[in-house]
DNA sequence: CAATTTTTTCAATTGATTTTGAAGGAATTG
DNA sequence: CAATTCCTTCAAAATCAATTGAAAAAATTG
């Protein structure tokens, strides 16, 4: 879980306190965490609040005890959407701006050179693969269903 | 592209070298890129190695000319394909393996607590979810079509 | 509301990754 | 095949990210 918890951008020790929390039967307290992941107070304190702040943890009340406990959300695809909308949505948004701005700065140009044309043409076609990207992700993040059947021309296409 | 790469795992200064490639109309040589990215020769070097080694540019051989020359590879669903096939798919088998270890150790376990069998259950759960990332990564490898149909079960089921 | 326990914060440290550039190795040319 | 140019390697330096733990803040209890 660690290293797929890095992949994704996350730290992995992030990910290994979600493990944690995701096998064990009873939720857990911060210094139980703290001893099982031999992480420091410090640590466990951050990565708990990423957690939360995913929704991938959540706070349990167990009456009569003073120290917070934790649970994991088990609802893994929940999770993975939010962080699409969230996340990868700002990210492929960005580049997509990006794209843009730099297009129409090359469209500003008067007298474009055969460089400038062709940076254009290829920037236009980055656009368009992150604005579908972009979609594609919208459309993840609301429906939970991801499919690439629109995109079977660019596929086919080459270029 | 350097934010986007980077994303990716790769490191963003190979993104910059692919994007100043892939915009150039003509194949550039690696001082030309230095130059332009403000690189150091070594980083342009390694950045190009990379680079080929993932298919994602090309040497291009200009007749006359000393200095090697390089142009990016422009079928970009082309390069995310190996890309899945080489490094995601080792990824998520990787992981998928690991709970599969995790799962045998627990079974092998002769008088399972409580905790045991509620580990045990769990990991068969990433177990299936990492077996379904496999196939689906699979097939898009192989076919550069990717529908998320098969898990509307996975999906609704919430747990 | 003071005493105590728990949690968070953050500056300093540690650790990991990336970049540099000089040295050595290949390739090309006359 | 020597001279030259180009490319790669790799140890050291620089940069960036994660972690620690003590101090501050917040929460809980009698």
New binding site residues.
């Given amino acids: 879980m660690g290293d797929l918890v890095?992949f994704w951008g996350?730290?992995?020790?992030?990910g290994r306190i979600w493990t944690l929390l995701y096998l064990s039967t009873a939720p857990l307290?911060?210094?139980e965490i703290a001893e099982r992941t031999?992480?420091?107070?410090?640590?466990?304190?951050?990565?708990?609040?990423e957690l939360?702040r995913w929704g991938v943890a959540d706070r349990a009340v167990l009456p009569?005890?003073?120290?917070?406990?934790y649970r994991a959300e088990t609802d893994i695809w929940g999770v993975v959407r939010r962080i699409f909308r969230e996340r990868e949505l700002r990210l492929v948004g960005k580049a997509r701006d990006r794209f843009q701005e730099a297009i129409d700065l090359l469209e500003a140009i008067e007298e474009p050179t055969e460089e400038d044309r062709h940076a254009l043409e290829r920037l236009r076609g980055l656009l368009g693969l992150a604005t579908l990207g972009y979609s594609m992700i919208e459309t993840f993040a609301k429906v939970g269903t991801l499919s690439l059947e629109p995109i079977r021309g660019v596929l086919s296409r080459g270029r």
């Fill in positions: 890095d996350f730290k992995s020790s992030t307290s911060a210094d031999g992480l420091s107070t410090g640590a466990v304190s951050m990565g708990l609040t939360e009569g005890v003073r120290k917070r406990h």
